[in-house]
């Protein structure tokens, strides 16, 4: 782990507090996940009923939060790497 010179604050975080923000990360994945698949299965319904409105409101939903997921992904960080610094 490397220091900063002006301020001795550690510039690398420790492998168990990326591992932390990790396991949060993970868990919001979780719960945005549950929410697309709902959104998805009343763009379903929607698409079913013939109700055209309903259907694009769902299906702008479901896009966002398939969006937010795949941020929250790529923004996880690799423990590994964090050990090796």
């Known amino acids: 782990m490397t220091t900063s010179p002006s301020s001795r604050v550690?510039?690398?975080a420790s492998p168990s507090a990326i591992a932390?923000?990790?396991d949060l990360t993970f868990a919001a994945?979780?719960?945005i996940a549950d929410k697309a698949a709902s959104?998805?299965?009343s763009a379903a319904e929607?698409?079913?009923r013939g109700e055209r409105r309903t259907l694009g409101?769902?299906?702008?939903?479901?896009?966002?939060?398939?969006?937010?997921a795949i941020r929250l992904f790529k923004?996880?960080?690799?423990?590994?790497?964090a050990e090796a610094a």
């Open 20 to 22: 932390a923000v990790n």
């Open 10 to 12: 550690p510039s690398v």
């Open 39 to 41: 959104y998805a299965r």
């Open 46 to 48: 929607a698409a079913w």
């Open 57 to 68: 409101v769902h299906l702008a939903q479901l896009h966002l939060t398939t969006i937010e």
């Open 29 to 31: 994945i979780e719960e």
């Open 75 to 81: 923004s996880l960080r690799n423990v590994e790497k």
